[in-house]
C-alpha cells in the first residue's frame, strides 16, 4: 500500500475503532490502481460530522453541511465525508438536499466515473461495484448509471470527462460520448469559474490536443466562454504536436490559433475570468509571437521581452510545426548573456539626467534612458554611471 494511506490507516482505525465504517475513496483510490504519485487521500465514512468530531480531538468544520470534516492527526489533515446521498438536482449543479446514510454502495452510487467509484479499506482490499477497476484496466472512462444522469445532475461532470480523457489518454466509452454532444446546453448553467478549473486541467493534460478536438466535436465549445465560432481550430488542434507547453502558453497558442488580436486576446481572457497577472503574462506571450512572424530576435528585443521570448519561441514552433525547443537553447544562452536584463539593473536614474542636465522631469527622461539602455544592449556603452555620463554629455553636445 502507498505511503499516502499507510500514514492514514490510524485514522481508518479510529473511526472503525468507535463502531463505524471507514473506507479511502475517490481519485487517491483511482490514481493507487494506476500506479501515480499520490499527495493525499479522502476518507469516507459511516460516521455523521457530528459524530466524527466526538472521536477525533482536532476538526475543522470545512464543509459540514455536504458531511465534511477535516480532520488533523499526527499534524496531517485528513478530509472525512460521511455516506451520502442526493437528491433532486434543481440546476444542474447542487443537490436540492444531502442525506447522510450508512450504505457504502449507496454513497459510491452518487459519484460520476466509475474509475472514481472505487473504494479500499484499511487492508488494501478494493471495494468495486461498479467495476471501476475494470474501466481503469481498459482505460475507459464511462459514468456510474446512465450518463444523461449523471450529465444532468452535474453538467461540470460532461468536462470533467474530456479532462480526465486530457489527463489518463482513456478513451470516453461510446454512450458517455454521445451524452457530451446531447447535452452540451447543460454547461450553460455552471459558473464560469468552474468551467475555467476543469478547462485547464485539460489544458495541462497528456492528450490536450485531442482533448480540444473533442470539445469541438461534441459542441461542448458552444457553451464555453467566448469559444463559439472556433469550432474549426479546435477540431484542427489535434494535428499540432504541443506536448511540453505550459498552460499559460496553451492560451496563448489558442489566441493564435483563433487569429484573435491584442484588444480580442484581452476580452477572452477576462470572459474567461482568468487573474489579472495571468493574463498579462499571457498577451506578453502572443504580443512576441507577432513580432516573430516579422522580425529576429535581437539584443534589445530580448530585453524587452524578458522570459517571455522563451515562452513566444515554444509557441511560434508549435504553431509553424517546428521542433518545441528548437533555438530556444541558443535563446537563452543569448538572454542569459544580455548586460541588463531588466531596467532596475541600468545605472542610470531619472534624478540623474536632472542632475546633469539642470532639466525639469518631463518625456525627455524616458527618451534619454531608453537610448542609453540600447547603447548598453548592443555592446556600444558599458553600464556603469561614468561611462553614462560621459556618453549622454557628448550625445548632447552634439
Request: aromatic share 10%; charged share 30%; net charge neutral.
Amino acid at each position: 500500500m502507498n505511503e499516502a494511506f499507510l500514514k492514514a490507516v490510524p485514522v481508518l482505525e479510529k473511526i472503525e475503532a468507535a463502531g463505524y465504517e471507514a473506507y479511502f475513496v475517490g481519485g487517491s483510490v483511482r490514481d493507487y490502481i494506476l500506479g501515480k504519485k499520490i499527495a493525499d487521500v479522502d476518507i469516507a465514512a459511516s460516521a455523521t460530522p457530528e459524530e466524527v468530531k466526538t472521536i477525533f480531538s482536532k476538526t475543522l468544520d470545512v464543509g459540514i453541511e455536504h458531511g465534511t470534516v477535516v480532520v488533523l492527526y499526527n499534524g496531517v489533515p485528513y478530509e472525512i465525508t460521511t455516506f451520502r446521498t442526493e437528491a433532486e438536482y434543481l440546476d444542474f449543479r447542487r443537490p436540492s438536499e444531502v442525506q447522510f446514510i450508512r450504505s457504502l454502495e449507496e454513497d459510491l452510487k452518487r459519484r460520476d466515473f466509475t474509475m472514481n467509484a472505487i473504494a479500499m479499506d484499511k487492508e488494501g482490499q478494493l471495494i468495486d461495484p461498479f467495476n471501476g477497476r475494470g474501466a481503469i484496466e481498459e482505460k475507459i472512462i464511462c459514468t456510474v448509471g446512465h450518463p444523461a444522469e449523471r450529465f444532468t445532475e452535474d453538467a461540470l461532470r460532461m468536462m470533467r470527462a474530456v479532462r480526465f480523457f486530457s489527463q489518463l489518454a482513456f478513451e470516453i466509452e461510446k454512450t458517455t460520448y454521445d451524452a457530451l454532444a446531447f447535452l452540451a446546453h447543460l454547461l450553460e448553467n455552471i459558473a464560469v469559474e468552474r468551467k475555467l478549473a476543469e478547462f485547464e486541467k485539460l489544458l495541462a493534460g497528456i492528450c490536450r490536443m485531442k482533448a480540444l478536438k473533442i470539445i469541438g466535436k461534441t459542441g461542448l465549445f458552444n457553451h464555453l466562454p467566448q469559444m463559439s465560432g472556433f469550432q474549426k481550430e479546435l477540431m484542427s488542434a489535434a494535428e499540432y504536436n504541443a506536448a511540453g507547453l505550459t498552460v499559460e502558453e496553451m492560451w496563448a497558442f489558442l489566441a493564435c490559433i483563433f487569429k484573435l488580436d491584442e484588444s480580442q486576446a484581452g476580452a477572452f481572457f477576462k470572459s474567461w475570468k482568468l487573474p489579472v497577472k495571468k493574463t498579462k503574462k499571457i498577451l506578453s506571450i502572443i504580443k512576441w509571437i507577432r513580432y516573430r512572424d516579422k522580425s529576429k530576435w535581437d539584443a534589445y528585443s530580448l530585453y524587452q521581452a524578458g522570459s517571455s521570448s522563451l515562452n513566444a519561441e515554444r509557441v511560434r514552433n508549435v504553431i509553424v510545426n517546428e521542433d518545441l525547443s528548437k533555438g530556444t537553447d541558443i535563446l537563452m544562452s543569448q538572454y542569459k548573456s544580455l548586460p541588463i536584463k531588466e531596467r532596475s539593473e541600468l545605472q542610470l536614474t531619472g534624478d540623474n539626467l536632472m542632475d546633469w542636465f539642470g532639466k525639469p522631469p518631463g518625456p525627455w527622461i524616458k527618451a534619454e534612458i531608453e537610448k542609453t539602455e540600447k547603447a548598453v544592449l548592443q555592446g556600444e556603452l558599458n553600464n556603469s554611471i561614468e561611462s553614462i555620463r560621459e556618453w549622454l554629455i557628448k550625445c548632447n553636445q552634439k
